[in-house]
T-cell receptor, first 115, second 109 residues
Framework: GAVVSQHPSRVICKSGTSVKIECRSL??????MFWYRQFPKQSLMLMAT?????????EQGVEKDKFLINHASLTLSTLTVTSAHPEDSSFYIC???????????FGQGTRLTVV | AQRVTQPEKLLSVFKGAPVELKCNYS??????LFWYVQYSRQRLQLLLR??SRESIKGFTADLNKGETSFHLKKPFAQEEDSAMYYC???????????FGSGTRLLVRP
């Protein structure tokens, strides 16, 4: 199957700083990418949907100025957590679908810890 | 409202026992449902989808629109089946998915 890679796998940052998480489709062109957030022992909650070259569509309750999403190419989407706070600490997961759109492929996730 | 419910957080069975992981959904449109599995320290991966009507690793799931359910079943559980299982509902033409809370399956020797 297709591969989606996230970088970094884990990151620790200081409160008040911003951190960028990358999501790359390695062997296919990702027309749509999705960003999820997963709290410990909880399910994946969809944060936003991004289409290449368009503004992301955020789910209700997700602050778009807090979680900046950029999908500038067909192989890369980035999520920037701005002015991070400890409550932003979580596991962030991306998924991607391509032109054929038969399946969503998931990245390995990024564990963000804000101290 | 669009919702996926997995009532069991943990299901523990002995090797060789039958397994049924429950999933119920709420959706006004025509549902497309999936089961995803996450093995320890691995990424989420698709196990099966209802439209394929296939059996993967011995698992099957049938969509029951009357009961709005999509339960995952396996007649004889194996230790390697131990993992986190998520039921998911596709809600538009992209692969926007609504996930259930997940069920941890533990298969004991």
């Amino acid at each position: 199957g297709a591969v989606v890679s996230q970088h970094p796998s884990r990151v620790i940052c200081k409160s008040g700083t911003s951190v960028k998480i990358e999501c790359r489709s390695l062997d296919f062109q990702a027309t749509t990418m999705f960003w999820y957030r997963q709290f410990p022992k909880q399910s994946l909650m969809l944060m936003a949907t991004s289409n290449e070259g368009s503004k992301a569509t955020y789910e209700q309750g997700v602050e778009k100025d807090k979680f900046l999403i950029n999908h500038a190419s067909l192989t890369l989407s980035t999520l920037t957590v701005t002015s991070a706070h400890p409550e932003d600490s979580s596991f962030y997961i991306c998924s991607a679908t391509g032109f054929v759109n038969t399946e969503a492929f998931f990245g390995q996730g990024t564990r963000l810890t804000v101290v | 409202a669009q919702r996926v419910t997995q009532p069991e957080k943990l299901l523990s069975v002995f090797k060789g026992a039958p397994v049924e992981l429950k999933c119920n959904y709420s959706y006004s449109g025509s549902p497309e449902l999936f089961w995803y599995v996450q093995y320890s320290r691995q990424r989420l991966q698709l196990l099966l989808r209802h439209i394929s009507r296939e059996s993967i690793k011995g698992f099957t799931a049938d969509l029951n629109k009357g009961e709005t359910s999509f339960h995952l079943k396996k007649p004889f559980a194996q230790e390697e089946d131990s993992a986190m299982y998520y039921c998911a509902l596709r809600v538009d033409s992209s692969y926007k998915l609504i996930f259930g809370s997940g069920t941890r399956l533990l298969v004991r020797p």
